[in-house]
């Protein structure tokens, strides 16, 4: 059996298909437009720090662990709008003495930290940098807040010599204590990782330690970070 269109049903057609044509374009066209004007994704960085004083011996007070945690806005290292946290946490007048007990605390920035390695003639170890995922980044955040808010209200100290109850204290907002290694490592821990307990490790094999534990939360690791880093944070 033969159908044959009316003059009005081919006018239908005709339309109906000009329409199918015009949604169609305007699918193809619109698509690539979008995702050419999409902004790249924010990145995390970390890069951990440790030190020892040169010579015979090792005094463990003068060894230091110390962590720095950077923000790319548009995920690149290279970026201008990078946000940069700071995890050294040491004694507030820059003295550490191993069995004085409980002292006040304070957290410094990279260059105040730089300047109290060198007073103690200490040589610097910083392991690579790698990339993050945000939850990571965000303890970090929550750390570095809460131990400020600490020293501010008096809940927070420094001791050479910690112990977990007091470290759990801390982040619960309580009364409490913590060495510079355990400051950096409990960021993982407010990330949900069970507490690091590094026992009688100090100076740069407690960074590792510490480098280790928070593997977990690792996306990357290129060595090009590396030197970038350094041009920005010499």
């Known amino acids: 059996m033969k159908f044959q269109l009316t003059p009005f049903d081919a006018m239908r057609a005709k339309h109906f298909t000009n329409a199918c044509t015009a949604i169609l374009t305007t699918i193809i066209i619109a698509v690539p437009l979008g995702s050419s004007a999409k902004a790249e994704d924010p990145a995390y960085f ?4 440790g030190t020892e004083p040169t010579g015979p011996t090792n005094p463990p007070a ?12 548009d995920g690149d290292l290279n970026s201008r709008d990078l946000e940069t946290t700071v995890i050294s946490w040491d004694a507030a007048d820059g003295r550490v003495f191993l069995f ?11 260059n ?18 790698v990339q993050i995922r945000r939850e990571l980044y965000d303890a970090a955040v929550a750390q570095y807040n809460a131990l400020n ?17 007091a ?15 355990h400051a950096v490592a409990d960021t993982g821990a407010r990330a949900g ?3 690091l307990q590094t026992h009688g490790l100090r100076g740069i094999s407690a960074s590792r330690a510490v480098n280790n534990y928070l593997s977990a939360f690792v996306i990357a690791r290129n060595p090009e970070w590396d030197s970038i880093y350094d041009s920005r944070f010499p």
């Open 46 to 49: 970390m890069t951990i720090y």
């Open 62 to 73: 003068n060894a230091h662990t110390w962590a720095v945690f950077v923000a790319a806005a």
């Open 100 to 110: 004085e007990g409980l002292e006040r605390g304070r957290l410094y920035d990279l």
């Open 112 to 129: 105040e930290t730089m300047s109290l390695v060198q007073a103690h003639h200490a040589r610097v170890t910083r392991l690579p940098v």
């Open 149 to 165: 808010e600490g020293v501010r209200s008096n809940r927070a100290f420094y001791t050479v010599m910690d112990n977990l109850q």
């Open 167 to 181: 470290r759990i204290n801390l982040l619960k907002g309580r009364h409490g204590f913590t060495n510079c290694i």
């Open 193 to 195: 990782l069970t507490y």
